[in-house]
């Protein structure tokens, strides 16, 4: 094959191939509707338990609860950190896949669910790839679970739409280690609703708790006179009447309360009717 | 992110604020309280606590794959003597390894323990299996960095770290030609911190020479090099900012044994237009002939030796899916220059590139170099003394998306070397006539 046969027909392809290539489009972000919310209040929210240490994988999808929160409904991740937890250093991390991020909001909560703090989009950093990880977005925080046991991951309405430049991970590294740049383009990773996050969590120090001493003890309050009359009364007239379905439910009642003589009262007013 | 003091203090501060204006939720809403956003906290610990600790792995490879008329090659076409642009450089199996731990403490100290190893850079062989590389070239597992930085002592101050270990210091490569220009490659310490907002460093690097390595340890005396290099970065130009090197080096047991160099770096636009450039102009004396500021086991020369360089290069972002990278170099003797008397070399390159999608980039590469001397320079006469050489590539990049954790690439390529006579095409290694057309498929895969 010629070289100018070889040129020609490299050209052709090239160009051909790249008639090939498709737009992305953009979808508008409508506003989730809040009747697809899940629930009137934190507490009601499902938390999801954790260990002392762990690491989870996750995904918002469709699949995610939806949660009002004070920039609008969004889906949502709901963790409660372990009993046996105290100080817990937590990684959270924001997975950057084809041109899309979930932009993530982390917030605390204490025992009575109310927000103790929160976390702003500025506050992670970009993290460029590795052999082992994809670029991320990562936060480092440090939690007491005594005093923020539950916290909440979600995608922010107030961050969609917009969108994040992250350096080549090819010209990271050039710049990095002083090698040749290369002639690329830095992708552009749309903030969006779903995503893929990780959640690294250690815990640095135990809980500990006592455990109660007192007993549990059951109050048997006396039943009065008048009760435990009414009750024989009750049954007798209900056997005359010859409602057995009455007199037994009265009998049960009766028993919860620890009427003792009324079951003897419930058969004597049985054998008097069959006389 | 380096953890320093300025962050915990960022962190403290934010820490404060809100612990005053966090007040209890007591709505049943789930609104977040106004006004009172704070970070979630980060609780006071001891100073030594390790905030952040881990390993990570990065690595390089590349696998050219270079043909003319069915046979595989040794010749780069001059690429290392600012001849040529193109893609067909050495390495049919070249894989690195980084490894990277970085560790940050509560008390703001941090340290990075790099080790960076490769095989088979240079190799131009095309190998099979059996592992017979070891006895026909002499690329091997080498450890090309291996350091330990420490920074964030406070009594050194917050900005400053010391580091000490083997490594290429301050490098920097042409975008196009692919050859460094700046570096002290070699075994060293040194220290780096700031004066006037500006990155300011002292390093000292030694290196012993190929000859005396490969003559073994019981081989009398070395004529180690050593380079003292000073250095101030970022200093603000209006249109762009300036990095200052200075570097004295020695070498032991020569004659002529001293050299200076100093080179002055612009970063900045390109040429006033989207992009980035670095422009550099260096010079070099003695020991130190080599770009002046190029230190490493090839450094070397006698009082004779002094040369200028100037540099200039960088990328042009067109549009979204136009870029252009460009390239002028000129490297020249004063004197002499690697024992050749009044050399001369330039080249001119461009490569407009093309995005055609995510998973594809075109780029053509032209580039036109020449070089001359003086009558008799390393013998040459009659044709050989100047050479000008022009080079035509197309590439054709295929790769898969950016984000991906391997990002691999495939690109295949028609170079096209054309010399202005025989003597000169010798010269680069091609056998018949003035030109030759190289295909190959450069792999490279950056994790």
């Given at each position: 094959?010629?070289?100018?046969?070889?040129?020609?027909?490299?050209?052709?392809?090239?160009?051909?191939?790249?008639?090939?290539?498709?737009?992305?489009?953009?979808?508008?972000?409508?506003?989730?509707?809040?009747?697809?919310?899940?629930?009137?209040?934190?507490?009601?929210?499902?938390?999801?338990?954790?260990?002392?240490?762990?690491?989870?994988?996750?995904?918002?999808?469709?699949?995610?609860?939806?949660?009002?929160?004070?920039?609008?409904?969004?889906?949502?991740?709901?963790?409660?950190?372990?009993?046996?937890?105290?100080?817990?250093?937590?990684?959270?991390?924001?997975?950057?896949?084809?041109?899309?991020?979930?932009?993530?909001?982390?917030?605390?909560?204490?025992?009575?669910?109310?927000?103790?703090?929160?976390?702003?989009?500025?506050?992670?950093?970009?993290?460029?790839?590795?052999?082992?990880?994809?670029?991320?977005?990562?936060?480092?925080?440090?939690?007491?679970?005594?005093?923020?046991?539950?916290?909440?991951?979600?995608?922010?309405?107030?961050?969609?739409?917009?969108?994040?430049?992250?350096?080549?991970?090819?010209?990271?590294?050039?710049?990095?280690?002083?090698?040749?740049?290369?002639?690329?383009?830095?992708?552009?990773?749309?903030?969006?609703?779903?995503?893929?996050?990780?959640?690294?969590?250690?815990?640095?120090?135990?809980?500990?708790?006592?455990?109660?001493?007192?007993?549990?003890?059951?109050?048997?309050?006396?039943?009065?006179?008048?009760?435990?009359?009414?009750?024989?009364?009750?049954?007798?007239?209900?056997?005359?009447?010859?409602?057995i379905q009455k007199a037994l439910s009265l009998l049960e009642e009766a028993k919860g309360l620890g009427i003792k003589d009324a079951e003897s009262a419930f058969i004597k007013a049985l054998e008097n009717s069959k006389k | 992110m380096k953890m320093n003091k300025y962050n915990l203090l960022a962190m403290a501060v934010s820490t404060a604020l809100f612990s005053g204006a966090a007040l209890a939720e007591t709505d049943v809403a789930l609104d977040v309280i106004t006004g009172g956003e704070a970070a979630p906290k980060v609780e006071k610990t001891n100073g030594t606590d390790v905030l952040k600790d881990g390993w990570e792995v990065h690595g390089y490879a590349s696998m050219n794959f270079r043909m003319v008329d069915g046979e595989s090659i040794d010749t780069e076409y001059g690429k290392r003597d600012y001849k040529t642009a193109g893609t067909h450089g050495k390495s049919t199996n070249q894989v690195e390894f980084v490894l990277k731990k970085h560790t940050e403490h509560v008390n703001g100290v941090?340290?990075?323990?790099?080790?960076?190893?490769?095989?088979?850079?240079?190799?131009?062989?095309?190998?099979?299996?059996?592992?017979?590389?070891?006895?026909?070239?002499?690329?091997?597992?080498?450890?090309?960095?291996?350091?330990?930085?420490?920074?964030?002592?406070?009594?050194?101050?917050?900005?400053?770290?010391?580091?000490?270990?083997?490594?290429?210091?301050?490098?920097?490569?042409?975008?196009?030609?692919?050859?460094?220009?700046?570096?002290?490659?070699?075994?060293?310490?040194?220290?780096?911190?700031?004066?006037?907002?500006?990155?300011?460093?002292?390093?000292?690097?030694?290196?012993?020479?190929?000859?005396?390595?490969?003559?073994?340890?019981?081989?009398?005396?070395?004529?180690?090099?050593?380079?003292?290099?000073?250095?101030?970065?970022?200093?603000?130009?209006?249109?762009?900012?300036?990095?200052?090197?200075?570097?004295?080096?020695?070498?032991?047991?020569?004659?002529?044994?001293?050299?200076?160099?100093?080179?002055?770096?612009?970063?900045?636009?390109?040429?006033?237009?989207?992009?980035?450039?670095?422009?550099?102009?260096?010079?070099?004396?003695?020991?130190?002939?080599?770009?002046?500021?190029?230190?490493?086991?090839?450094?070397?020369?006698?009082?004779?030796?002094?040369?200028?360089?100037?540099?200039?290069?960088?990328?042009?972002?067109?549009?979204?899916?136009?870029?252009?990278?460009?390239?002028?170099?000129?490297?020249?003797?004063?004197?002499?220059?690697?024992?050749?008397?009044?050399?001369?070399?330039?080249?001119?390159?461009?490569?407009?590139?093309?995005?055609?999608?995510?998973?594809?980039?075109?780029?053509?590469?032209?580039?036109?170099?020449?070089?001359?001397?003086?009558?008799?320079?390393?013998?040459?006469?009659?044709?050989?003394?100047?050479?000008?050489?022009?080079?035509?590539?197309?590439?054709?990049?295929?790769?898969?998306?950016?984000?991906?954790?391997?990002?691999?690439?495939?690109?295949?390529?028609?170079?096209?070397?054309?010399?202005?006579?025989?003597?000169?095409?010798?010269?680069?290694?091609?056998?018949?006539?003035?030109?030759?057309?190289?295909?190959?498929?450069?792999?490279?895969?950056?994790?």
């Amino acid at each position: 094959m010629s070289t100018k046969t070889v040129f020609i027909s490299l050209f052709i392809s090239i160009f051909l191939s790249a008639c090939t290539s498709t737009e992305t489009i953009n979808q508008p972000v409508e506003p989730i509707s809040s009747a697809k919310v899940c629930c009137d209040d934190f507490s009601q929210f499902r938390w999801i338990p954790l260990s002392t240490t762990e690491d989870i994988d996750f995904l918002l999808d469709s699949d995610s609860p939806i949660g009002h929160f004070s920039d609008g409904n969004s889906y949502f991740n709901a963790f409660k950190l372990s009993g046996r937890s105290q100080k817990v250093q937590l990684s959270l991390s924001s997975l950057m896949i084809n041109s899309s991020v979930v932009a993530p909001k982390l917030i605390t909560l204490n025992k009575e669910f109310e927000i103790v703090s929160s976390s702003d989009l500025e506050q992670f950093t970009v993290k460029t790839s590795s052999a082992f990880s994809r670029t991320q977005f990562q936060l480092n925080v440090e939690l007491d679970a005594t005093k923020t046991p539950y916290f909440v991951i979600y995608s922010s309405d107030s961050y969609l739409g917009q969108s994040i430049k992250v350096k080549h991970p090819a010209r990271v590294r050039a710049e990095e280690f002083g090698e040749v740049m290369p002639i690329v383009t830095d992708p552009i990773y749309t903030y969006e609703r779903f995503g893929r996050l990780t959640l690294a969590l250690k815990t640095l120090s135990l809980q500990a708790s006592k455990i109660s001493e007192k007993s549990v003890q059951v109050v048997t309050k006396p039943v009065q006179p008048e009760t435990q009359n009414f009750y024989k009364t009750a049954i007798t007239t209900a056997i005359n009447n010859s409602d057995i379905q009455k007199a037994l439910s009265l009998l049960e009642e009766a028993k919860g309360l620890g009427i003792k003589d009324a079951e003897s009262a419930f058969i004597k007013a049985l054998e008097n009717s069959k006389k | 992110m380096k953890m320093n003091k300025y962050n915990l203090l960022a962190m403290a501060v934010s820490t404060a604020l809100f612990s005053g204006a966090a007040l209890a939720e007591t709505d049943v809403a789930l609104d977040v309280i106004t006004g009172g956003e704070a970070a979630p906290k980060v609780e006071k610990t001891n100073g030594t606590d390790v905030l952040k600790d881990g390993w990570e792995v990065h690595g390089y490879a590349s696998m050219n794959f270079r043909m003319v008329d069915g046979e595989s090659i040794d010749t780069e076409y001059g690429k290392r003597d600012y001849k040529t642009a193109g893609t067909h450089g050495k390495s049919t199996n070249q894989v690195e390894f980084v490894l990277k731990k970085h560790t940050e403490h509560v008390n703001g100290v941090w340290s990075d323990f790099i080790v960076r190893t490769e095989y088979g850079n240079g190799n131009s062989y095309a190998y099979s299996s059996p592992g017979s590389q070891k006895d026909n070239t002499d690329a091997q597992l080498e450890v090309k960095e291996t350091f330990v930085e420490i920074g964030g002592l406070s009594y050194l101050g917050e900005d400053t770290s010391i580091w000490a270990g083997q490594r290429y210091f301050n490098r920097s490569a042409g975008i196009l030609s692919g050859e460094f220009w700046k570096q002290s490659s070699g075994l060293g310490a040194g220290i780096q911190s700031k004066i006037a907002g500006n990155t300011a460093g002292f390093a000292i690097v030694t290196a012993d020479t190929d000859g005396d390595i490969n003559n073994g340890v019981n081989t009398g005396e070395r004529t180690t090099l050593t380079s003292y290099d000073l250095y101030y970065y970022g200093v603000d130009a209006g249109i762009g900012s300036l990095d200052f090197d200075l570097k004295f080096m020695q070498q032991a047991n020569v004659d002529e044994d001293s050299g200076f160099g100093a080179s002055v770096t612009l970063n900045s636009s390109y040429y006033g237009l989207d992009g980035w450039t670095q422009t550099a102009i260096a010079y070099g004396k003695g020991t130190a002939q080599n770009r002046g500021v190029n230190f490493g086991s090839w450094s070397g020369g006698d009082d004779n030796a002094e040369s200028i360089f100037f540099t200039s290069y960088g990328v042009l972002n067109i549009s979204e899916r136009w870029q252009m990278g460009s390239e002028f170099t000129y490297f020249a003797a004063l004197n002499e220059l690697f024992t050749a008397k009044d050399l001369v070399r330039y080249i001119v390159a461009v490569r407009p590139s093309y995005k055609a999608n995510e998973n594809l980039r075109l780029e053509m590469t032209a580039s036109y170099g020449h070089e001359e001397g003086a009558e008799g320079y390393w013998g040459r006469t009659g044709d050989d003394i100047e050479s000008n050489i022009f080079n035509a590539e197309l590439a054709a990049a295929f790769t898969v998306n950016a984000d991906y954790f391997g990002r691999p690439q495939i690109k295949p390529y028609v170079s096209y070397i054309s010399a202005d006579d025989e003597a000169s095409a010798r010269q680069l290694g091609i056998k018949d006539g003035t030109s030759e057309t190289v295909i190959g498929v450069h792999t490279e895969i950056w994790f």
